[in-house]
């Protein structure tokens, strides 16, 4: 007997897991009948969610955070027991400012083109004409990781540039129309971008944290606690096609399942990219091999770490403008699920790390860390300005930064 469990989703990349648990059979095996639901923006998955419609999501990481702690909406918990991906996504702009400010036929360095950028930023806004940048949602690792290397960089968010919302599937279209000046988007669409020469790619967010969160599967707590025994059958399935998904000779299977008219509808080579960590950054170049671009499996990168919640929770602080909450923080800390994670994948050959939080951006070189079951290296996992974030020192971590005041 088969359980129905439905899961909503964008037309990602990184929406591959359900979708790939769900054509391989890997969800069937675990006693459970996926049914997938398409929409266009993040505001709709969320919506589904909330409302019962489905019974859990793929999730930009921060919205679970921001819908736990009731930002712009009633609070209402949710659960993120499994992370769907690391990074995969880019900042792409349009081509005649990339021209000033990165290098042609490579992705730039994060100093250097933010330097570049600062300069015509302030031009500019000096001529009341401030640079635009879209992501995909306000609480998204997209607008994180933007405001994150634009500051660093000297160029602040929401005073020098405007940051604004554009759903993904329609990222490319507001480039090309002119709309915004650059964006902050997972594949397939920085690709569209390109393919269509309205712009190109200057950056991979992995450029400005080597292993940041991206996606999870995120239901509300209710649901997670009720169908506790189904939830971990499906992180089963969900781990099993992680491992697929980083299979080599899976590739071309799984971009062409990936490319349907129900899930991507998209053009079948750029996907097959995207999962191949290779890149064409402007119209008529030469493809790019960038390691590690869309980061799935190896060193446990679907645990939920609750460092990386934490995290993501500081900079929700920082652009909010709002003060730190002891309370809120504990929410926070139990949004991501280890615990669920590790109860599903306990006696099987999954590693299982020992801890449920690390220091962020503290690795320089390969690390065998301790675990609970099988063997785990972690390896670089920095941020580009050098910082680094302790868990246990969020206040101090706060406090270093000028938008947190």
């Not at 027991?81 to 992705?107: C, H, M, W, Y």
Request: hydrophobic fraction near 45%; glycine fraction near 8%; aromatic fraction near 8%.
């Amino acid at each position: 007997m088969t359980t129905k469990f439905s899961i909503g989703f964008l037309p990602l990349v990184d929406a591959a897991l359900p979708i790939l648990a769900h054509v391989h059979g890997f969800a069937a095996e675990e006693g459970l009948s996926l049914e997938l639901v398409k929409d266009v923006s993040w505001a709709t998955v969320l919506d589904r969610l909330l409302y019962g419609h489905t019974d859990a999501a793929h999730m930009v990481a921060p919205l679970a955070i921001a819908t736990t702690l009731g930002r712009g909406r009633p609070a209402q918990p949710l659960s993120a027991p499994f992370v769907l991906g690391l990074n995969g996504n880019a900042i792409t702009l349009k081509s005649d400012l990339a021209q000033r400010v990165a290098p042609e036929g490579a992705l730039g360095d994060p100093v250097a083109v933010g330097a570049a950028l600062r300069e015509i930023a302030m031009e500019r806004k000096a001529a009341g004409h401030p640079l635009c940048f879209g992501v995909v949602h306000r609480y998204s690792s997209h607008n994180y990781m933007l405001r994150y290397w634009l500051s660093a960089c000297g160029i602040r968010p929401d005073e020098d540039v405007e940051i604004s919302t554009v759903p993904p599937p329609f990222c490319a279209d507001a480039l090309e129309a002119g709309d915004v000046d650059g964006i902050c988007v997972g594949e397939p669409w920085n690709s569209v971008a390109v393919e269509r020469g309205a712009g190109t790619i200057v950056l991979a967010t992995a450029q400005v944290w080597r292993r940041g969160v991206e996606k999870v599967l995120a239901m509300r707590e209710s649901v997670m606690e009720e169908r506790r025994g189904e939830v971990e059958a499906l992180i089963r399935a969900l781990h099993r096609a992680a491992r697929q998904f980083v299979d080599p000779e899976a590739l071309v299977t799984n971009a062409a399942i990936l490319a349907r008219s129900e899930y991507l509808d998209a053009d079948v080579n750029l996907i097959q990219r995207a999962l191949g960590d290779r890149l064409l950054l402007h119209k008529g170049g030469e493809l790019i091999h960038f390691p590690d671009f869309m980061f799935q499996y190896r060193e446990a990168a679907n645990f939920p770490w609750v460092s990386q919640a934490q995290w993501l929770y500081s900079q929700m602080l920082r652009w909010d403008r709002t003060p730190y909450d002891a309370g809120d923080e504990a929410k926070v800390a139990r949004v991501f699920r280890p615990d669920v994670y590790r109860s599903a994948l306990t006696g099987t050959d999954a590693p299982l790390p020992g801890a449920s939080s690390k220091v962020e951006g503290s690795l320089h070189q390969p690390m065998v860390v301790g675990t609970q079951q099988g063997l785990i290296t972690l390896e670089k996992n920095a941020f580009f300005d050098g910082r680094i974030f302790d868990p246990h020192d969020l206040a101090g971590y706060l406090a270093r930064d000028a938008y947190a005041k």
